[in-house]
């Protein structure tokens, strides 16, 4: 069974970090796009950081540019979201997601984890 699961998520004050990982199960990323993805209250799915596993640059929304970073780790067959500098505003659930190419819409990624939550207190 392909599946995604999401952890390290949790409540810290503005400015401190969270790493969050997103280990794949059924299947290899190697070659897929895994992108990082959240949604606050009341808001939709945003685009956060995406990467190529296996090749081409990582990217990230300007929102979170020079605060967050997209890894990976093949022999874990897992990805994670290095987040620093957090500011109230980050606060929402944190999705990972599986697509064919690399982009920050949504609808290119067809496999999706559970989310793993983040909050973030001024």
């Known amino acids: 069974q392909m599946q995604l699961v999401e952890s390290g998520g949790g409540s810290v004050q503005a400015g401190g970090s969270l790493r969050l990982s997103c280990a794949a199960s059924?299947?290899?990323?190697?070659?897929?796009?895994v992108g990082w993805f959240r949604q606050a209250p009341g808001k939709g799915r945003e685009g956060v950081a995406t990467?190529?596993?296996?090749?081409?640059?990582?990217d990230s929304a300007d929102s979170v540019k020079g605060r967050f970073t997209i890894s990976q780790d093949n022999a874990k067959n897992t990805v994670y979201l290095q987040m620093n500098g957090l500011k109230p505003e980050d606060t929402g659930l944190y999705y990972c997601?599986?697509?064919?190419?690399?982009?920050?819409?949504?609808?290119?990624?067809?496999?999706w984890g559970q989310g793993t939550l983040v909050n973030v207190s001024s």
């Open positions: 990467i190529r596993i296996g090749g081409g640059s990582p």
């Open positions: 997601a599986v697509g064919a190419w690399c982009s920050f819409s949504p609808t290119n990624f067809d496999l």
């Open positions: 059924g299947f290899l990323l190697i070659n897929k796009c």
